[in-house]
């Protein structure tokens, strides 16, 4: 199937063969923009506004790591004048597309705006960095820059709107990622153990002080063992960790299998609730936009580890 989509992909770049790498808004004069994940798409489409269409290859619940593109994804990529992808091998099964995209318009990874010296390197990973750079919002306020600067490239006749836009965004971003750290104070210190289905949050981390474990790697690729599950049990038992999290994005019955087997050695320990991982919540819903699953996030892993205060966490809000 992989084979077949790329195949057919080049088919019809082949019939636009010579269209130059500039993009132009077509007929209608909206430029079509895609985004493979909805933390992308959420984002361009603040610094687009009405000048741009931005669609999200990838919706709630679906796993980046895992996903293939689909005959439906052809005319959706090919038609479009710009491509946001988020690079830093999250879409690994794209790669082949996207790689073919690229000879004939603009796209972007938007991780590439993150510094070398800034990207984390996962012990076994291989030499590939941990793609989850959405976690920092620093990082994604660059990233922001990135995706501004690829319409800018393809819209240049907007680009005094795109900066605007974009200068009012990183703003919000600010202001978020001020409220991730006044909220992370709530938690003493020593309960900063943040455990989840994989190993998402490790920028999440290393911005706002937290111990990071994920039951799985990087990548959802790889599957967790019982060795896995065992050793998480054994840092749960002796850390005395009150709670761990599910994600929305990854199936629940490892996390579910880590509880099982602390009760079996007599620690009763939570499921602190959701995260969005590698994917926002639902359209319209708190978590349905990229400030708004971060604010869940941290609502909800600081109403877990014991935060003081909450009378606000966990809606999301």
Not at 126 to 133: A, C, S, V
């Amino acid at each position: 199937m992989r084979r077949l989509l790329t195949g057919l992909l080049l088919v019809a770049l082949s019939l636009s063969a010579g269209c130059p790498r500039e993009a132009a808004p077509q007929d209608d004069g909206v430029l079509r923009v895609v985004a493979t994940t909805g933390m992308i798409g959420d984002i361009a489409q603040r610094i687009a506004g009405a000048d741009a269409q931005v669609t999200a290859l990838m919706g709630p619940g679906v796993d980046p790591h895992l996903y293939k593109a689909r005959e439906s994804d052809v005319d959706v990529l090919f038609t479009a004048d710009v491509v946001l992808y988020n690079g830093l091998h999250l879409e690994a099964r794209l790669g082949d597309v996207l790689e073919k995209l690229a000879g004939h318009k603009i796209v972007v990874a938007v991780g590439a705006a993150v510094p070398a010296d800034r990207r984390l390197m996962p012990v076994g990973s291989e030499g590939l960095p941990d793609p989850h750079i959405w976690f920092d919002v620093g990082l994604w306020r660059l990233a922001a820059g990135e995706m501004a600067a690829a319409l800018v490239q393809a819209d240049p006749a907007h680009a005094e709107e795109y900066r605007r836009r974009l200068a009012e965004v990183q703003a919000e971003l600010d202001e978020l990622d001020a409220y991730v750290r006044a909220q992370v104070e709530r938690v003493p210190p020593e309960q900063r153990v943040l455990i989840t289905a994989h190993d998402a949050f490790n920028y999440f981390g290393a911005a706002y002080g937290f111990e990071v474990v994920g039951l799985q790697g990087v990548s959802t690729a790889a599957e967790a063992g019982t060795g896995d599950v065992r050793a998480l049990v054994d840092l749960i038992v002796a850390r005395q960790i009150p709670a761990v999290f599910i994600e929305s994005s990854v199936p629940e019955r490892n996390i579910k299998a880590v509880q099982e087997a602390a009760a079996a050695r007599g620690v009763d320990v939570a499921i602190g609730g959701e995260l969005y991982s590698d994917a926002m919540g639902d359209a319209g819903s708190p978590a349905g936009t990229y400030v708004g699953m971060v604010r869940h996030n941290i609502d909800t892993i600081v109403a877990a580890l014991g935060g003081a205060g909450q009378s606000e966490v966990g809606n999301g809000e």
